[in-house]
């Protein structure tokens, strides 16, 4: 394909309209930085509940200025919110499919609501329209798409319409949802013709973004490297942690020493209880599934997965080697979102410690900044605090479980006094450990060197 395009050959409409399909986190993020960049956009959200409070200014993500920047699109017309998929096509020539994929029981990737879209819009498809796959789905998603389309159009003895099934990950981040869609690194599009490459290229021609384009496959791989990726990263920095507990080493070290060879680079190499999300843990099982459903068994994630499942487990170990007994000791869980800046719970590490936890017997008293209510739905047997000092009351251990920066600055000599033991253990490297044990805690982290035996060791004229 040929890599600059002359958009005028194939008769493009100057000022595109572009449709959205699917109003979560992507499909959001995606409608305010076309809409910012001055696009006009429709959107079409299918659960009518939803949909009716967005129009009401309700945006139902916690992500820092989406609110803000949503409603002021709204209110300038630059997002419209359509009643009906049908609106939406009837304007825009190229269309977004934002829906979401959750893991099905086998944890490849649950294609009903792209199947339901594919179905939906055969009827009211327009010609040289461009379906844009936004959602994370295996490669073969595009022709199932493609076919879908072509099948219901036969079923309802429709013409065949000359339409483009086009690629175009995401690589967003919560919490900085806005930041990485307005200013994304690069654009990953995946097409198989030159009309889907040039409509996508007009599209996004006022991002000041690489435009990178291949095939669709490829795109729709690119997402599933770059998450599996990052996430077995994280996966080997927890496994050196381990190493360096063995060998008496410092993984924090370890990991500055690393990031200083620019190969390696700087980022995703902080240990801690493993990753979380609505990401990394569905795109490394649902590549798994992609790799043996091809007869491949990838080893590498594989191994990348199983580091991560064991990794809350580290704490819990910590905690019965520092409290002795956990059945009718209290632990006091300090985060519950699966990273901080986010009110998000799903598939966060802290809600498996908490329930390995209760498991063992202990009493949970937990905090978050954002996200109590969310974790109170997944585990009513939990007290909840939007206090973190009424939190460590009376507790035997604290757990750090999530990376918000605010406890780093708590008043931790007040803590002290408040909690019945005098244990922390750090699950996200955050806090101050030479301080803490200066404190009185026995304090650890995840792979870091033990600052305990420090304190015992200094001599007290030091
Ligand atoms: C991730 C990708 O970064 C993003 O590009 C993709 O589109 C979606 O998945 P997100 O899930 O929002 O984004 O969070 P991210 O900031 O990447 O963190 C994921 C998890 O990894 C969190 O649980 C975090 O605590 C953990 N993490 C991250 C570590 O444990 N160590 C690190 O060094 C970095």
Redesign the pocket.
């Known amino acids: 394909m040929a890599d600059v395009i002359d958009g005028r050959e194939f008769g493009l409409k100057v000022e595109l309209a572009v449709g959205v399909v699917g109003l979560g986190y992507v499909g959001i993020a995606t409608a305010v930085a076309l809409a910012q960049h001055g696009r006009n956009v429709k959107c079409y959200e299918r659960d009518p509940e939803k949909a009716r409070r967005m129009r009401d200014g309700n945006v139902p993500i916690f992500e820092p200025g989406i609110e803000e920047l949503f409603g002021g699109c709204v209110a300038t017309g630059s997002i419209t919110l359509c009643q009906s998929l049908a609106e939406v096509l009837l304007d825009s020539q190229v269309v977004f499919v934002a829906v979401g994929t959750p893991p099905a029981s086998d944890g490849s990737p649950d294609l009903s609501y792209v199947d339901q879209v594919a179905t939906e819009m055969a009827g009211v498809l327009q010609l040289g329209q461009v379906i844009v796959l936004k959602s994370t789905v295996p490669p073969n998603t595009y022709h199932r798409v493609r076919l879908t389309i072509e099948r219901e159009h036969t079923r309802m003895q429709l013409p065949p319409v000359d339409f483009d099934v086009a690629v175009n990950p995401?690589?967003?981040?919560?919490?900085q949802a806005v930041k990485d869609s307005l200013f994304p690194e690069r654009i990953v599009v995946g097409v198989d013709s030159d009309r889907a490459a040039v409509a996508l290229r007009d599209v996004y021609a006022p991002f000041d973004s690489p435009i990178v384009l291949m095939d669709t496959v490829s795109a729709m791989l690119v997402k599933y490297a770059?998450?599996c990726f990052?996430a077995t990263k994280?996966s080997f920095i927890n496994e050196m942690a381990r190493i360096c507990e063995l060998a008496g080493g410092d993984v924090s070290e370890v990991a500055r020493g690393m990031s200083m060879d620019t190969r390696i680079g700087q980022q995703?190499?902080?240990a801690?209880l493993?990753?979380?999300?609505?990401?990394?843990p569905k795109d490394t099982v649902g590549l798994l599934s992609i790799g043996r459903s091809l007869g491949y068994e990838p080893e590498v994630i594989k191994a990348a997965v199983s580091v991560n499942a064991r990794q809350y487990v580290v704490a819990i170990d910590k905690l019965v080697r520092l409290v002795g007994q956990l059945r009718g000791a209290t632990i006091t869980v300090l985060g519950l979102a699966?990273?901080s800046d986010t009110d998000d719970t799903r598939e966060s590490?802290s809600l498996k410690l908490i329930s390995g936890l209760l498991e063992a017997g202990a009493v949970v008293r937990a905090h978050d900044y954002r996200t109590v209510e969310n974790a109170r739905r997944e585990l009513a047997e939990v007290a909840y605090f939007a206090d973190p000092y009424e939190a460590v009351v009376g507790c035997d251990a604290v757990v750090i479980a999530t990376?918000w920066i605010d406890y780093r600055g708590l008043d931790w000599a007040r803590i002290k006094q408040l909690m019945k033991g005098n244990v922390v253990v750090d699950g996200r490297n955050l806090l101050d450990g030479s301080r803490l044990v200066g404190l009185g805690f026995r304090y650890e982290g995840i792979g870091l060197l033990d600052h305990n035996e420090e304190e015992s060791l200094r001599s007290p004229h030091d």
């Open positions: 995401e690589f967003l981040r919560e919490g770059s998450n990052l994280i995703f190499l902080r801690g493993g990753y979380g999300g609505s990401c990394f699966f990273k590490v990376e």
